[in-house]
């Protein structure tokens, strides 16, 4: 097992593609924190821009930053898999912390620091999260009425996370002993931090919520992890019907995450959630309205009434032939 140090060294893991237009920028807020032992692991997905030269020149003025390269490396497609492959490693090397940094956001100097003192330093495992402040492509803060589209969200409860994950890997911090857990991150994992998210509530390790905000996410239209208009209830009802069938594929690839979840950590989880679960994967092969039944006695839902309302119209809409009878 790691041991504990004053100051323990931190993992910082980074997945790339093709991000020349901002990585620079989160790569300088890294090396400035005001916390300086860390390591930062950078595995870049084959990028077709200049995204591997700036990493590698990085690299060669910093020694803390560190190229990830293995033997599936032109196997790997996606962001998940690529902060699997990141995670593998440092739950291999026994990282006693871990985070993740996405390529187009921007640290606060003392984003580090603020974390290591604020995470549970027992050696159960244990997960911290911060807030952030959406800023706009050129890292200007947006107005405040933007950031109060997005609630600060408490974590979310098991029966609500099975639906939808509200916390960023981006603003996490775990320690040695959940990584252990979450490592073998499968492809049907919809993100590496719904999957982290849903570990950790699955097996009740410890969760603090840090409200301060530590970082800069940044919006622009390829963000992986998000947007802050997918919070803002008309946008939810638009897509309810422009893009019913993309919305059918996203609560498909989620169920298929759930089933592998299940097999996977299924002598882990703790009995009450092993329970919900199980039932909810079975409800959803039969009748459409005992699976909504089901949802409202055990209270899976999401954050929001809206939100609940257009995952049920999806769900149910959802045929055995689309979801559970290809598992």
Not at 32 to 42: D, F, M
Request: proline share 2%; charged share 25%; glycine share 4%.
């Amino acid at each position: 097992m790691p041991n504990f140090m004053n100051e323990p060294l931190i993992y910082i893991l980074l997945a790339c593609y093709n991000g020349e237009k901002y990585i620079e920028k989160q790569l300088d807020s890294i090396v400035a924190q005001s916390y300086t032992n860390w390591v930062l692991l950078i595995r870049d997905d084959n990028s077709s821009d200049s995204t591997l030269e700036i990493i590698e020149s990085f690299n060669e003025k910093d020694k803390r930053v560190r190229i990830i390269q293995d033997k599936i490396q032109s196997e790997v497609k996606g962001a998940c898999q690529n902060f699997a492959r990141l995670l593998d490693v440092a739950v291999l090397e026994e990282a006693t912390f871990i985070m993740f940094a996405d390529q187009d956001d921007y640290w606060f100097s003392d984003k580090i620091e603020k974390m290591i003192s604020a995470i549970d330093k027992d050696l159960v495992p244990a997960m911290l999260y911060s807030d952030f402040l959406y800023a706009d492509d050129n890292l200007k803060e947006l107005p405040k009425n933007i950031q109060n589209i997005r609630e600060t969200f408490s974590f979310p409860s098991f029966n609500s996370l099975i639906v939808q994950n509200t916390v960023y890997g981006c603003t996490m911090m775990i320690n040695y002993a959940l990584a252990q857990k979450c490592v073998m991150i499968p492809r049907e994992a919809e993100n590496h931090d719904y999957w982290i998210a849903l570990v950790a509530s699955g097996i009740g390790a410890n969760i603090r919520h840090l409200e301060i905000p530590l970082m800069l996410y940044r919006q622009h239209g390829n963000n992986v992890s998000g947007n802050y208009h997918d919070h803002h209830y008309v946008s939810r009802f638009k897509r309810l019907f422009t893009n019913w069938e993309g919305l059918k594929k996203v609560e498909c690839r989620r169920i298929k995450m759930l089933v592998a979840f299940l097999e996977q950590l299924n002598n882990e989880l703790l009995p009450d959630n092993l329970k919900l679960l199980t039932g909810y994967l079975e409800e959803l092969k039969g009748n459409k309205i005992a699976f909504v039944r089901y949802c409202v006695k055990n209270k899976i839902k999401r954050h929001s009434f809206m939100s609940t309302i257009v995952f049920y119209l999806v769900l149910i809409n959802v045929s055995k032939r689309d979801t559970i009878n290809k598992l």
